[in-house]
């Protein structure tokens, strides 16, 4: 619209840095090629934003499960602290100490979870008795997640292999397989193994 691009040039002409130029060419691309990808308040938080906020929100998201949030972490201190309460008061994140949400997945008779995402699955099996398994997670704002997209690909099967790891050192699962589907037809989907994970000797001994 005539609006955005007005917004869009008076935001855009005074950036000098060069990784924060790359950013707004980007998001002209994006908006072209999808009208509506980029609301006003990104393009407002760009043109405030510094590169290194930028650089930094791209490490703290490189390993996102979802596009919409994170596996939150127990016991953030210090210089990570610090990095992420500033991230979330630049509107990127959202209560990355207090946030009490949790997303579940629902295990089978067999004692398996199956967690599809983008063409990928991770098949886990649980502990004997486990009817559900789920992760804390932290929620990644709108402006958050169109600034995802311009600075780094989700990838699903680092995003499986992390979520399978974390049931498995919180012990509630005892292996997981992360394959790639290859045919998914009803209920039935067929796979081809990429990576499979285990609990450690140290655990399994502990159990």
């Keep these: 619209s005539e609006d955005w691009l007005n917004y869009f040039e008076n935001h855009a002409e005074n950036v000098s840095s060069e990784e924060l130029r790359d950013l707004w060419a980007r998001v002209l691309a994006g908006e072209i090629r999808k009208p ?9 938080l760009l043109s405030e934003i510094d590169a290194a ?7 703290f998201v490189s390993d996102r499960i979802t596009d919409d949030n994170l596996l ?6 210090g210089a990570e602290l610090i990095e992420s309460i500033e991230l979330e008061e630049a509107g990127l994140i959202q209560d990355v100490v207090s946030s009490t949400l949790q997303s579940n997945f629902k295990v089978d008779d067999n004692y398996q979870c199956h967690i599809v995402d983008n063409g990928f699955i991770a098949i886990i099996t649980v502990r004997e008795g486990t009817t559900k398994i789920g992760y804390p997670f ?7 997640r169109e600034m995802c ?5 989700r990838n699903p099967i680092k995003s499986l292999e992390k979520l399978s790891q974390h049931f498995i050192d919180k012990g509630v699962a005892e ?10 037809n009803g209920n039935q989907i067929r796979w081809l193994p ?8 140290e655990e399994a001994r502990s159990e």
């Design 36 to 44: 509506r990808s980029f609301s006003l308040r990104t393009l407002r």
């Design 53 to 59: 906020t930028a650089k930094s929100f791209e490490s």
């Design 72 to 77: 939150k972490k127990e016991a953030l201190e």
């Design 138 to 144: 932290v929620k990644i704002t709108r402006v958050g």
């Design 149 to 153: 997209s311009l600075l780094t690909s």
């Design 175 to 184: 292996k997981a397989i992360v394959a790639k589907i290859i045919e998914h």
């Design 194 to 201: 990429i990576n499979e994970l285990k609990a450690s000797s």
